[in-house]
């Protein structure tokens, strides 16, 4: 970290504090898995994978067989369901070899898996999606039986859970939410009414995770609620959960300007009295949307200090004006907290018109994870790359 100018800290003690909370809050046999896609929403997947395990998850969730084989990789041995659809047989024939499990969307799908299977001498476990409303990936609920029973009919592939999700859960108006429930309800009353053996069920992201456990069903997929955000304002109080990410960089250079002096690409902003500034070594190309260019605040000292000029692609300007004597090589919190003040990723979220996963994803690896603050190490010793 000392030779970096900017990094994302991964503070594992408030990943390990957040899946505790959630374990508390669903029923005793209710699974949770930890949805760990797109490199665990930009946290690094195999420290947040390993993590969440220790701490009460036994399930992993990714969006591609890629992400899989990451963690399989690493060693980590637990179930991991590929949210996302595969079809080609090289997706299957890497599916089977790395233990992963399939989430099967079509009864077409779903032969060419079982014939795939056959020519290895394979057998796998698959998860059925049902469409309940997202109008994304699955069968129509209205089909589910049918579905079902030709996925039983077919051989080399065992049914583990059929599944749905939920397209409106974040919605403090439950009207579309109870709507997908109901229709979730009634596929699987079809499924038992025909006899047919009945898998796991699962349907809750975090939304509908904090918002009613009569949604939990036997496993909960949480994304978001790991990483400590909350998907709306009114399921904040359900439970403490911490923020895991902290985005920081170094102060690369401070100067004083004279009003009338432009900064940055476009000079979008012009000082109207003196001031000083700091550069800071971090951009756009990192993670930092320039839509934020003059609109957002990052912290120092505990103080917030206003965002000047354009974002560039590896570096940004602050205003030092209320800041005494700052120096080359101190530590900028973009997205953190700094004593009294944080910024969230909800904050650049509103600023920008969009949802805090999307924040979280867009931090790029040029950025190193640092793990900080695990439990029982000194914190020295408990920094490392991740
Ligand atoms: C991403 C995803 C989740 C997790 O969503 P969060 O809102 O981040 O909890 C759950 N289920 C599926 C199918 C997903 O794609």
Not at 7 to 22: C, F, G, P, S, Y
Request: aromatic residues 6%.
């Amino acid at each position: 970290m000392q030779c970096d100018r900017a990094w994302v800290e991964i503070n594992l003690e408030a990943l390990t504090h957040n899946v505790r909370q959630l374990k508390q809050w669903l029923a005793p046999k209710t699974d949770l898995m930890a949805v760990v896609k797109a490199d665990a929403y930009g946290h690094g997947a195999i420290a947040v994978a390993r993590t969440a395990l220790a701490a009460g998850a036994t399930w992993l969730g990714v969006a591609t067989v890629s992400e899989g084989i990451q963690l399989r990789r690493a060693g980590i041995e637990a179930p991991i369901l590929i949210l996302g659809a595969t079809h080609t047989p090289d997706q299957i024939r890497a599916i089977a070899y790395w233990r992963l499990d399939p989430t099967l969307c079509t009864p077409q799908q779903a032969q060419t898996f079982s014939e795939t299977l056959a020519s290895l001498d394979r057998h796998l476990p698959v998860h059925l999606k049902i469409d309940t409303g997202m109008s994304r990936l699955g069968m129509p609920w209205q089909e589910a039986v049918k579905f079902v029973q030709a996925v039983q009919d077919l051989p080399h592939l065992r049914i583990a859970s059929v599944y749905s999700h939920l397209a409106t859960a974040d919605d403090p108006d439950p009207t579309i939410l109870y709507q997908q429930h109901q229709r979730f309800e009634v596929a699987i009353a079809q499924v038992r009414a025909a006899n047919l053996p009945l898998p796991r069920l699962h349907l809750a992201n975090s939304a509908a995770t904090l918002a009613d456990r009569s949604l939990h069903y036997d496993m909960v997929r949480v994304g978001l609620a790991t990483y400590g955000l909350y998907p709306a304002p009114h399921l904040r109080s359900v439970l403490p959960l911490r923020p895991v990410m902290q985005v920081k960089a170094r102060i690369t250079q401070v100067k004083h300007i004279q009003p009338g002096t432009g900064v940055s690409y476009g000079h979008r902003f012009v000082a109207d009295r003196p001031m000083d500034i700091a550069t800071v070594g971090i951009g756009y190309a990192d993670g930092v949307p320039r839509n934020l260019s003059n609109r957002m605040t990052a912290l120092l000292r505990g103080q917030p200090v206003a965002q000047l000029g354009s974002v560039t692609m590896d570096q940004l300007m602050l205003d030092m004006t209320s800041i005494d004597q700052p120096q080359v090589g101190e530590i900028v919190t973009l997205l953190g907290r700094d004593g009294a003040q944080a910024i969230t990723a909800d904050d650049w979220a509103e600023l920008l018109g969009t949802i805090s996963w999307e924040i979280l994803c867009g931090f790029k690896h040029r950025l190193p994870r640092v793990a900080v603050g695990q439990p029982q190490t000194s914190r020295e010793a408990s920094i490392l790359r991740i």
